[in-house]
């Protein structure tokens, strides 16, 4: 009831039928996949060697670089990435990022794109793709760019399927630049250097920071819209700090990394704002894109404001920190090189030194701002519940993600998730029982987002959600008596259902109390009455 789009089920169901050939088909449980050969390779390059449409990519060279042709890049993480822009256009890249995606993008992506592939998919090539369609780019004189994970999950095929809705729309001379660690593709135009990649890491340390800083003290401001003008003051002095190397015509001097930010600590700590209490925290967690971009998740984070309450997200510089962070399980494990462990310690050791200065900084606010934990902290607690191996999406880290929210004051949680992004379900909503196992407090929801999918649902599964949020944090509680006004008769007799609760149990008529909604812990010793 919550998708006009079967696309996303009909892969459900291939990938099932796949996994019972697979097992029908063998003949012991122990196979050595050392000497199996994949026949879809074997096939892929015999077609392409029979096909004749197959022809190399358009690559962007040194050449289109210095001529100044316009790169264009999807949105993801809007705070971070206003401050990534700049960067990479000092660098020499004339990049541009797309800020917003609508419905005529989302259906431009849906005509190009396979409708199995997943939500982001959809997301982010349409918005590139309509750049060229609707005539607001040149496409002789544009390339666009998209990163590349190279890792099990389907982003690693975006590039492909970019190229792909090109050639279908028309547009095959674009170059699309494949951005990735491990330097999959090769693009001779698009290189940086070690002070353009310094810059850029401090960049998105920044915008961490402004995030953090404005969605705590947004819901509690004195003056309406003071929160935002200060973030707008200070997105404003960030970007002419990393263009013009650490000047601004607003002060005098060079400013260090380390001053920049304890001054924007001080001025959010200064912010006027409402002598009430703390209002229910409520995270925001799932699959980078959908948790970040505010068009991709229906402006989740806007919605939790509104119903009162306050936004939790966290930084994009932990998604980084997680890919470092499991060389030592992987070296022990699935049989990594200590080299690749070394080389991984060291990335998360110097990506760590950058969050020094504002861990410094947020300390000094006598707990008003609190600093992100460490990722190694976190999996220390998380690792239990998921395993380090679970890498595929998000894996372990969106459980650490969950587990880290509860145990500092966030006990409410949206796992916002790609419909049939499989990993995601697997480590998101497949965690959720053991999660409140060992937190009764916790109360999360995973909500499907998909180009199909119904926004009236996805938005009433968060407004129960933030209900059942205000009900334990003591405000704005209504009491949920839903048996005395409907006068419900249960004709059945004592019997086991799910887990050996009697029907009358459920429904409360033992004990003559109200019907239960199945919310998570929507105790009767906590509800006031109306």
Partial sequence: DEVSNLGAARIRLRSLQAAVTERESLVSEHVDTLDLVDPSGIAGAEEAAEAGHVVPHASFTKKMREDGWEILAPQMAPIQFRLLEPVLQRAGLNVRVLEH??????ETGLKYVNNDSCYPAIVVI???????????SDPDRTAVAVTQTGGMCRATNYAALLRKGLRDAGFPQVPVIAASVQG?????????????????IQSIVLGDLLQSLLLRVRPYEA??????ALYERWNDLMTQWLSEGGHSKDWRGHWTFRRLIAKCVREFDDLELLDIPRKPQVGLVGEILVKFHPDANNHAVDFIEE?????VLPGLMQFFHNSAASGKWNQENLGGTVKNRRLRSAALWAMERYEDPVRAALLKTNGKFVPHRGILEMAERSTDIASMGNQAGEGWYLTAEMVDMIEHGCPNIICAQPFACLPNHVIGKGMFRAIRNRYPEANVVSVDF????????????IKLMLATAMQQHGEHAARLDFGADTQITWDEPEA???????????????SGGPVSLGLPMVRPDVRRSA
């Fill in 184 to 200: 999959i593709e090769e693009n001779t135009g698009f290189t940086l250097g070690l002070g353009d990649i310094n810059r850029a």
């Fill in 496 to 510: 086991s259902g799910c887990g050996g609760c009697s029907i009358s149990a459920l429904a409360g008529a033992a």
């Fill in 223 to 228: 003056v309406p819209g003071s929160a935002m």
């Fill in 126 to 136: 349409g918005q590139l793709l309509d750049e060229f369609v609707q005539g607001r």
């Fill in 101 to 106: 995606t609508n419905h005529e993008t989302m």
């Fill in 307 to 311: 119903e009162g309450c306050e936004a």
């Fill in 450 to 461: 998909d180009p199909g999918a119904s926004e009236v649902n996805q938005l009433n599964r």
